[in-house]
Structure formats: C-alpha cells, structure tokens
C-alpha cells in the first residue's frame, strides 16, 4: 500500500482559505512561471517555474486517489465528476448526495458515511501502491489525531493572512504533534514546497 500525504497550500500562518473562503493570493504561483503545463484532467493549465514545475509533475503523477470531506467537494462542486487530477476521489460525508450522483454516471467518486477511517481504507484500496493525498483541513486533523498520516505536504505562500476561515490543521486532540525533518524542500517563486515525515 502507498502512503497517505495531508497536503495544502498555506499561508506562513496556517490558513488555507479566508474568513469569506476566498483564497486571496494563495495559488498564484500556480501562473507565474514560463513552463506550461496541463493538469492531468486538461481541464486548465498552470504556468510554473522550473523547480515548482518538477516537482508538481513528480508530485501529480505519484497520486492514486484523494480524500477529502464535503465541505470541498460541495465548494468545488464536486468538480463536475472529473478531479482536476484525475484520480478517483473519496468523499466523507454524512449523506451521500443522490442528485449529483445520479446527475454524473461512472465518475469516480465514492462516497464514505462511516468514518474517516473508512475513507482512507477505501483510498488505499483504489490507489495500491500510490500516494493517498488527503485536502481539506478537518480531514487532515482527524487523520492526523487518529495516526493515519504518513507525510504533510504544505505548498507554503509567503503571505499573512491574518484571520482564516480555514486552518490547516485546526484544533488537534494532541496537546502537540512533532513532524520530522523535511524530505523534500524546493524553492518556487513566491512558494516553498515541503514534505514533513509524521513520526509515530
């Protein structure tokens, strides 16, 4: 089985999203370089520097399928049955949505009412040897409060947010939770892109 990775892009003071969740100047890294590249769904393309473009395609072609919750999969309107990424999704929710299921015949989403834990299971079992990526902060926290994670990826923007609506991580059961050294540490124009072993 592949590793389960918590990933985000975050200001330098842990917000993922505005107290409106807007995200202000969050992904404009995603358009500020001179190498293009289409998302794997083709359904826009980012502009990258060299390093952040290396390691997006290292990063993108590792994942096997995404956990989030339905706060972002409603937010993202479910991204119209195709992931940007194209990897099957598993959605934690407490009610499946039947319209937009029924409105999207054969997209890869699954819908999990029993748990994080549950979701993870099931995304392990669809990506095999991949990279499970878990987006949305309060799934990160109950994966990470419940031992789940292996890795935190934070694409971190140098901007202050000052107030959020979204935290990364947000209020955790632990008192505090100490990552490793990072084993990946790339410098971007206007973003750092790290990857944080979970020690257990």
């Known amino acids: 089985m592949g590793i389960v990775q918590a990933q985000a892009i975050m200001s330098l ?3 993922v ?3 409106d969740n807007t995200i202000g100047p969050l992904f404009d890294w995603l358009q500020n370089g001179e190498v293009a590249i289409p998302t794997p769904a083709g359904d826009f393309t ?57 409105a999207h015949p054969g997209a890869p989403f699954t819908f999990v009412t ?3 834990e549950a979701a993870i299971a099931r995304a392990k079992e669809l990506a095999g040897d ?8 309060t799934i990160a926290r109950q994966c ?6 292996d890795e935190v990826a934070v694409d971190l923007v140098p901007v202050v947010m000052g107030a959020g609506n ?12 100490l990552l490793g050294n990072p084993t990946v540490c790339v410098q971007g124009d206007r973003v750092l892109h790290l990857v944080f072993p979970v020690q257990r």
């Open 17 to 19: 999203a505005k107290p």
């Open 13 to 15: 003071d842990g917000y």
């Open 46 to 102: 980012v502009h990258l520097t060299a390093p952040s473009a290396e390691h997006w395609r290292r990063w993108a072609s590792s994942l096997g399928a995404l956990v989030c919750g339905r706060t972002l999969f409603d937010v993202a309107e479910g991204w119209h049955g195709r992931h940007t990424l194209d990897v099957p999704i598993v959605v934690v929710t407490h009610r499946v949505p039947a319209d937009w299921v029924e």
């Open 166 to 177: 979204r935290p990364f991580f947000g209020e955790l059961a632990a008192t505090d939770v």
């Open 144 to 149: 990470l409060d419940l031992g789940l994670l």
């Open 130 to 137: 991949r990279v499970v990526a878990v987006a949305g902060g």
């Open 114 to 116: 029993d748990g994080v």
